[in-house]
């Protein structure tokens, strides 16, 4: 039981890390300021449910994926954890990665298809890659990896609709979140996300080389 408690704390605080739904919030304000209440919230809601499946699917086809494609799980876990890394050290300095946030030229280019019926942003970017990209999906795929049992996957499933509840309602009631809490410190929790993110990437990097070390030895 304590293992199973730690493993949901685990998979919770990493995908919450990589997900970052607090910084998140206002980038999907930025991209829906010209929407009304209800569209915002439809828009939230789709995104969220295009990203849960999108995760869903890779957490539970992970395995046929990895033996389909002949990649082992070291190898995942050290990618995984390189790329996870990447993005933690960016939250740290206060950067904005990539790999979830489109630049300034990118947003113009998508409010303007939006505006005129071309993409529906629950897709892109919002559900990919910010909410569901590949650093999400790789943390996801790990957990799963680790402990490969239906009551693992669960888990992650678990934890992961939990945490898309959690940032739909900051989508939602986002306007007000942030005034209340402030540039400042959104700064603060976004550096903190940052160090989490990297200290279990560095984990999973460590548990990667452990595996191949055995694969080889």
């Known amino acids: ?29 930025g991209l829906t300021q010209s ?5 915002r919230k439809l828009i ?21 994926i990895f033996k389909l494609f002949g990649i ?51 897709i892109s970017p919002l559900a990919i890659p910010i909410l569901a990209g590949p650093g999400t999906i790789s943390t996801a795929m790990n957990f799963v990896g680790a402990s490969p049992s239906v009551i693992h996957i669960s888990i992650v499933l678990i934890a992961f609709a939990l945490l898309c509840f959690i940032t739909f309602l900051m989508f939602v009631y986002g306007e007000k979140l942030i005034h209340f809490l402030g540039k ?13 993110l990297a200290v279990i990437a560095t984990q999973m990097i460590i548990g990667g080389i452990a595996g191949a070390i055995k694969m080889f030895s």
Request: glycine share 8%.
């Open 35 to 39: 929407n009304s209440p209800e569209e």
């Open 72 to 122: 082992t799980l070291p190898a995942f876990k050290i990618t995984g954890g390189i790329l996870l890394f990447m993005v933690g050290y960016n939250l740290i300095q206060g950067k904005e990665s990539k790999v979830h946030h489109p630049d300034d030229e990118v947003k113009k280019k998508i409010k303007f298809l939006h505006e005129n019926n071309e993409i529906n942003i629950a």
């Open 184 to 196: 400042g410190v959104i700064n603060v929790i976004t550096r903190i996300m940052g160090l989490i």
């Open 1 to 29: 039981m304590h293992d199973l408690i730690l493993f949901s704390t685990t998979v919770f605080m990493g995908l919450f890390a990589i997900m970052n739904p607090i910084a998140n919030t206002s980038i999907f304000i």
């Open 44 to 64: 939230a809601f789709k995104s969220l449910l295009y990203a849960f499946i999108i995760v869903g699917l890779f957490c539970v086809a992970g395995h046929f």
